[in-house]
């Protein structure tokens, strides 16, 4: 199985540009938010149950899709400091194990164009950051630096280019298919 492991800041766009990008190459899309809105309905964020329940939910459906023979896995994530370390290495260590390999994709975009994005209607479907303010204070805290993930093989601006156009770039600059069409990777 091939992991798109698909990172950045809220607000950058990872679940659009991700969608874009699942239609484009017929990969699954395992979007992070729909663990973390289950269990926050039972435990606090960040909260011990919370932290093991999370990374080991994540790592079951790596290790099960992989099993499974699943070509491909679009993963978005969003790092701040309640995923330990270890998350990343049982992450690389469990899809290394199934013969899998791991494509690091980083979304950008400048602040104002954050600020723009961080209230919307999207963004409220989920349990997803949607203050600046809090924003702001988060990353000053240092609440977005760890855990430290491998360098990114594609690093993509959001502000300069639409979902269609990154998922694209990042199907192309991953080798995931013909471009241009909605192909599964049982057809290639």
């Known amino acids: 199985m091939k992991l798109i492991f698909m990172s950045g800041l809220p607000g950058v766009g990872k ?11 017929g990969c699954k899309l395992f979007h992070n938010h729909l663990v973390v809105d289950l269990l926050l309905s039972v ?10 329940l999370r990374e ?3 790592l079951s459906v790596f290790d099960q899709a992989s099993r499974a ?36 994709v980083e979304l950008i ?3 104002e164009e954050l600020r723009r994005r961080m209230d919307t209607p999207s963004r409220r479907q989920y349990t997803k950051l949607t203050s600046w303010a809090k924003y702001e204070e988060l990353k000053a805290a240092g609440a977005f630096s760890a855990p430290k993930l491998p360098e990114a093989s594609v690093v993509v601006d959001t502000g300069k280019f639409d979902p269609k156009s990154a998922a694209l770039q990042i199907a192309k ?16």
Do not use: H, Y
């Open 15 to 25: 679940l659009t540009v991700a969608k874009e990008l699942s239609v484009l190459t």
């Open 109 to 111: 975009c400048d602040d």
């Open 69 to 104: 023979g699943m070509p491909g896995l679009i993963f978005t994530f969003n790092a701040e400091n309640t995923v330990r370390q270890a998350f990343v290495t049982k992450m690389q260590g469990t899809i290394r194990a199934n013969g899998g390999t791991m494509q690091f």
């Open 56 to 58: 080991s939910i994540w």
């Open 173 to 188: 600059e991953c080798g995931l298919g013909e471009l241009g069409k909605s192909t599964t990777w049982e057809q290639r």
């Open 43 to 52: 435990f606090p964020f960040g909260s011990p149950q919370f932290v093991e």
